[in-house]
């Protein structure tokens, strides 16, 4: 991160009842940068946060400040001087950056939610951002204005459960099929072969994929090494808080009498799904740019659940 924002407002919030299944919780944030920060032209330097991939659909609706949502792998796929966007899911990490003041609302769909609230296949969104300015229907540009004018983030989070209960009411529902290959890969957090899933859905593994690609975004062992990725990144966060976490490869064990290690990378890897350490580290580098150990450093950031 370049500049450390200062948080002046974070809000969450829980979705009404009958959106829980769709919408986890919404995030309100008021956020700028520090006063004393700035270049030598009286410029405050960028906020640059460092994205991990990520299984699942990213929503923000704001105002103020806009942003850069940077694809290093495409710019065509990239969105600029944005203050509301839909991105992901992605299969690898990107960056976002803004300079001054911003304030939205932050929702992460799964793939399914998603479908039906944004009303597009994920083809069309997988790997990139898009305004929301953007898309067909305008719904949700109506909405961000909405958001900004209400007074007070209880007031807002009472039109994002009307506006999304009436969408969700409005539109169908995701092919069983997929709804159940999707509930079968988060389950287990990616470890169902895509062999075993096809077979239970009675459909070939090319039609899986095919259709899984189409209306939820990635093919689906794609999407089961992100789910199999996201729980041991979460599973990062909580070991990296812990007295005497193991330092990695890449950084050598203190040799200051502190407390042992919980485990070490090997052992961690098997815990959390992979075939051995190097396997750990190499999805680690595809969907951060950065082995877990630098993950787990203090100051790594990353704004994407961990």
Known sequence: MTGDPVLDEVCVGTPAGGLRPFVGRYLGYREGMPGGVASGRGTPPPLVRHEAAGAFVVLILGWGAPLDVLNPRSAAHSAYRVDSFVAGPYDGYCTTSTVGAGAGVELLLTPPAARRILGVPLGELANRAVSVD??????????????????????????????????????????????????????????????????????????LAGRFRRELGLAPKTTARLLRFQRAYAALGRESAMPGTPVGPDRPEPSNGGAEPVGNWAELAVRWGYYDQSHLIREFREFTGATPAALGRPGSHSSNPG
């Open 134 to 207: 953007q898309l067909t229907d305008a719904w949700l540009d109506r909405l961000r204005v909405r958001l900004a004018e209400a007074s007070g983030w209880p007031r807002r989070f009472a039109l994002l459960d009307m506006a999304l209960g009436a969408r969700l009411a409005a539109t169908g529902q995701v092919d069983p099929h997929l709804g159940r290959a999707w509930g079968r890969l988060a389950g287990s957090a990616g470890r169902i072969g895509i062999g075993e899933l096809a077979g239970e859905l009675g459909w070939s593994r090319r039609h």
